[in-house]
């Protein structure tokens, strides 16, 4: 018997040696010391011994036993430990490596120039108001002094969707619509789309953005215009920058005037984008005509105000020298990615 457990304690020793998972570990244990395994099969076999020399056989089996089970405790620190180590050894992570990089999303240079002028203008006690863009022929001309048979019309070519109903070719459309909402005094901007039947090309497009503005009150003058104008135009193209009014013509308002800002390619020096002039036209604008008050329900006589409408669009290509009104519209990620605030 002693010699048989001689050989089992060496045979163990042995196959411990090539062990060196927890896995195989295990499955080796239950062989020696599970239900059936060869140092439970011993003890039964305790039975078929004599009764003299069973409590020192039983005694050398116990010893037997507990060696097995202080051999495998140990094995199994050192394997555990080791698969550990292999573990933090596969899943090390190098800090020192630089990170993926992120592709983040840009603001579209419309969206740009309209929020910078939203800023400005609801930093100046403005409020927003978005018209619809399929609008009527009412608030779009009737309303704004421009009766169905005034050559004036013919300024812009409509799309018409129906007799009355038509895209909106102004944000002047907006106008009626917020005093109609709002009684003087009246401070609103009115951004948004608007079309005009053209085709697209480096300076044209049947869609492009405006931003309407309209201050309605008691005594509103043309300076008042010029004032706010001054305001803008050192906000958006920098401190340096001065207005011009020239004389102009629109039905809805009376004075009206075209606007120049000097030119942000030179200072006013004169240069290729300003044609030499040094001056830049970058909206149109004017003393909202008395018609206009009393279509909305206002007495002129009381109320008096100014109304003017910027392209956006011509705005970013000026601000951000873009060649082509195209690349606008195109949606380029090369083109738009530029645009990081
Ligand atoms: N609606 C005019 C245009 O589209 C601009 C404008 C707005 C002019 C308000 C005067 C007053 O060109």
């Not at 570990?25 to 305790?46: A, V, W």
């Not at 030179?266 to 149109?284: A, F, H, P, R, S």
């Not at 206009?292 to 109304?307: H, T």
Request: neutral net charge.
């Amino acid at each position: 018997m002693e010699t048989k457990i001689n050989l089992l304690k060496e045979k163990l020793n042995q196959e411990l040696k090539n062990i060196n998972d927890s896995k195989s570990l295990y499955s080796l244990q239950s062989s020696y010391l599970g239900k059936t395994g060869e140092i439970s099969l011993m003890m039964r076999e305790l039975g078929k011994v004599d009764k003299e020399e069973r409590p020192k056989l039983g005694q050398i089996i116990n010893q037997l036993k507990e060696w097995a089970i202080s051999k495998f405790f140990n094995a199994s620190q050192t394997i555990k430990l080791n698969e550990l180590l292999s573990r933090y050894k596969n899943e090390e992570i190098d800090v020192t490596l630089p990170a993926k990089s992120q592709k983040y999303g840009s603001l579209h240079p419309i969206t740009l120039v309209t929020n910078e002028l939203l800023d400005i203008f609801t930093g100046l006690g403005f409020y927003v108001y978005e018209g619809p863009e399929i609008e009527n022929d009412y608030y779009c001309f009737t309303a704004l002094n421009l009766p169905k048979d005034h050559p004036a019309r013919d300024m812009q070519d409509t799309f018409y969707l129906s007799e009355d109903l038509l895209l909106r070719v102004q944000t002047s459309a907006g106008q009626i619509r917020a005093m109609e909402q709002n009684k003087p005094p009246l401070k609103v901007v009115v951004p948004g789309r608007v079309y005009r039947i053209d085709d697209l090309d480096s300076t044209h497009s049947p869609m492009f953005h405006q931003m309407e503005g309209l201050v309605i009150d008691k005594h509103v003058t043309l300076c008042d215009l010029k004032g706010v104008l001054e305001i803008l135009a050192k906000k958006m193209f920098g401190e340096e920058s001065k207005t011009r009014l020239r004389p102009s013509f629109f039905p809805f308002t009376e004075p009206s005037v075209e606007v120049d800002v000097t030119c942000c390619g030179c200072g006013g020096k004169g240069c290729k984008i300003c044609k030499n002039t040094g001056w830049i036209e970058v909206l149109g604008a004017g003393m909202v005509h008395p018609n206009v008050i009393k279509n909305a329900g206002l007495d002129p006589e009381i109320y008096s105000g100014f109304a003017f409408g910027v392209g956006l669009e011509r705005i970013a290509i000026l601000k951000y020298g873009i060649k082509d009104l195209k690349w606008l519209y195109e949606n380029d990620v090369r083109f738009l990615s530029q645009f990081k605030i």
